[in-house]
């Protein structure tokens, strides 16, 4: 359902504000598409599993036990990181909320609870504007 002439113009004053006050979050939500900034994280979770796998290696040939564990913890994290940014970025990580559904709330009618997150109403809304461009 698209947004109404008000929701709209509501939405983009918004944007300009926050733009204005926080220029390098502008700049990062301004990028195209969604997925870049999963695609970003995966590189990082890359890089991090492959410091685990050095840590791990001097480890082991130095014979320093808690530096090898610790270089596996490290290749662990980086590997739920990266796991769960490539799902999302696939689109397989979307908790299914109330407006991805579809189902509308009217502002005020208490239905916050059944609505997500405001990061999850902002990127439903982000998206929803972008699909119609």
Not at 63 to 88: D, E, N, T, Y
Not at 90 to 109: E, I, L, Q, R, Y
Request: aromatic residues 8%; hydrophobic residues 40%.
């Amino acid at each position: 359902m698209p947004l109404s002439e008000h929701e709209q113009r509501l939405l983009d004053q918004i944007e300009q504000a926050l733009y204005a006050e926080d220029p390098k979050w502008a700049n990062t939500v301004r990028i195209s598409d969604p997925r870049s900034h999963y695609k970003r994280r995966l590189i990082k979770a890359s890089i991090g599993f492959a410091l685990g796998v050095v840590l791990m290696m001097v480890g082991v040939v130095s014979q320093m036990i808690p530096l090898g564990v610790g270089g596996f913890v490290v290749m662990l994290a980086a590997c739920l990181w990266g796991l769960s940014s490539w799902k999302r970025m696939n689109g397989f990580g979307d908790s299914g909320s109330a407006t991805a559904s579809g189902a509308s709330v009217p502002p005020g009618k208490g239905g916050k609870k059944s609505r997500g997150s405001f990061m999850e109403r902002m990127e439903e809304r982000w998206r929803r504007r972008h699909d119609e461009r």
